[in-house]
């Protein structure tokens, strides 16, 4: 007996969304089916406590070894989609099929001479014409006695039928409008088949000619004054919709198609195929991969057309792919899909209507797929322990390498240069260690003087913690004479003499400061040789041999080593080479988020900011009274002080400040090339650079 928390699947991981799941045993069998309007919700009562399930919900959990699902956008896709896979798989715990039943389908007779309406079960007869399935068979009765209103076909049985026309009186349902009553004569064989042909066609999907006649009809009624017929109308038309509600479909136009989805990053593409028969999602299938190659979405596309068809022929190719993105040229994948098919097959994206919205339900189970397989993948111990080892044998390390730190630089055009620092121990994210810098060592432009500067800055504030605690009892050995690098005495000396940033920041229980104070056993740098042999740079000069530096260059994904020629080359399947490049997106994705965040703020700036005492108010006060910055240094200190709330001391500190700041350029019209007088209000967030850059 299994316990469900072995596979019950994490918070975050189940989506709060209408969908269809599957439990499998440790063989891979699905052994139960079901539908839900939230999973989240749904999924949470099969791993609750073992005393509170049913008898019979409790050994399917037990036997189950882990569960699965797919998201949809409505309960109806989530029914369609169920019955399809309980008809597929015949799981041991539906109670439908173990019962021998299948789904109520609303039945035609019209085999018959006069077509009966009915809820049929099991398997398909010849001459009858058969809509749903349903959930429910009273589903399909309330279906039925709406649409009774409009099309009064026969309902009864063949007893009830003979024993009407016997003694030459209807039944309830003829007497209340609710049957032509072919039994007695009322209708015609001919006509009573109409009406039944006419019920078929509206169930079909062409609802519109019969709701736009009624509603003619109605109006009619309303204009001669026969107001109880227009209010009958009226009630036949809600009836006519709401049974439309009930009987509705994926796709109204019984279409066959497949529905192909992709969700993608830079590593890897999630892609998902939903497969479309009458109508109805028959079938869903999906899988992860690497980008091994740059490819495009349209690219993926092509792969994933060759991979569902290639060995396929007939109607296993449907006459519609739709997909997110044409292959580029599109006609050959076309021809080779028509050639397959022995037919004219259509590919294309779809624009509107319910295929676009069914496209975007395909999408949506692309995502959770991507997002479930990367949690699983970077969450997963055996996963995250075989990436170390297989870094530490890659690298030459002596142990595997717990603390991960990565540096990344980033900048915009040579301005606001900052550098980002991510930690990873033990194959995981740990956020509360990150850290950002501001380059402050030289302007300009220059990513391996950055990163030098970065590393001997982190690893700098590490000697010195090393030196509070007491752990640096001795001198490290000097470097080789003739290299030009400090030794170690004047090194630690150095470290000491810098500005401590960390003053009154928080401290541990031992009173260290929680920043810097461990050192890694492994420093990623994002870039290739230059930037490796400036990080190693840094750390021979800091003294530090025993952290072990390594590169990984985007372009090839290949991992650099100090005083090395070439480059190593992990597989690309490689579990270490994932974690790599997963800690080097997260500090480019961090860098970039303090780079932009900063820009932000320097465009954002003004002259008046660097004013002491000077708050929002009075900024905005002095803005709004003199109109722009210009006219502002421009002003006397009499002038400032009738702004309310500016005194003399503080008038003449923004004069001193403005006086120091650099002028803003004029302001160009791009469009035109002409230069914008400063007469009217200047926007308070302009700044000198910004005039500058304008």
Known sequence: MADPSSYRPKPGQIPDSPGVYKFRDDHGRVIYVGKAKSLRQRLANYFQDLAGLHPRTRTMVTTAASVEWTVVSTEV???????????????RFNVKYRDDKSYPYLAVTLNEEFPRVQVMRGAKKKGVRYFGPYGHAWAIRETVDLMLRVFPVRTCSAGVFKRSAQIGRPCLLGYIGKCSAPCVGRISPEEHRELAEDFCDFMAGRTGAYLRRLERAMQEAAEEMEYERAARLRDDIGALKRAMEK???VLADATDADLIAVSEDELEAAV????????????????????????????????????????????????????????EPVEPVQQWLSERRGAQVSLRIPQRGD???????????????????????????????????????ALGLDAVPLRIECFDISHLQGEDVVASMVVFEDGLARKSEYRRFQIKGFEGQDDVRSMHEVVGRRFRR???????????????????????EAGAAERAEAAAAEPDPMAGRPTDEEGRPKRFAYPPQLVVVDGGAPQVAAARRALDELGIDDVAVCGLAKRLEEVWLPEEDDPVVLPRSSEGLYL???????????????????RGKRLKSSPLDAVA?????????????????????????????????????????????????????????????????????APAALSPERGRDA
């Open 462 to 484: 590490y000697l010195q913690e090393k030196q509070k605690s007491g752990e640096w009892t001795e001198e490290p050995a000097a470097p080789e004479e003739g290299n030009g």
């Open 247 to 249: 009987s509705a479909v």
């Open 580 to 598: 790599l490049q997963r800690v080097r997106d997260e500090a480019h994705r961090f860098a970039i988020r303090y780079q932009r965040t900063k």
């Open 355 to 393: 295929k676009k919205d069914l496209m975007a339900t395909v999408a949506r189970n692309a995502q959770q797929a991507l997002a479930l397989h990367k949690t699983k993948r970077a969450s997963d111990l055996t996963t995250r322990s075989r990436a170390l080892e297989e870094i530490a044998e």
């Open 613 to 681: 005492g000077l708050g929002e108010s009075r900024r905005q006060a002095l803005l709004k009274h003199f109109g722009s910055l210009k006219k502002l240094r421009a002003a006397t200190v009499e002038e400032l002080c009738e702004v309310p709330g500016v005194g003399r001391k503080t008038a003449e500190s923004v004069l001193a400040s403005l006086a120091g700041a650099t002028p803003a350029g004029p302001a160009v019209n791009t469009a035109t090339g002409e230069i914008i007088e400063d007469d009217g209000a």
């Open 272 to 327: 998902q195929i939903f497969h479309v028969r009458g109508g109805r999602v028959r079938g869903q299938r999906g899988w992860v991969t690497d980008k091994v190659e740059a490819v495009t979405t349209a690219g993926l596309v092509e792969l994933a057309l060759q991979q569902l068809y290639g060995e396929e022929r007939g109607d296993a190719v449907p006459k519609e792919v739709l997909v997110p993105a044409l292959p």
């Open 77 to 91: 896709e989530a029914l369609q989609l169920e019955y399809s896979w309980i008809k597929e798989f015949d799981p």
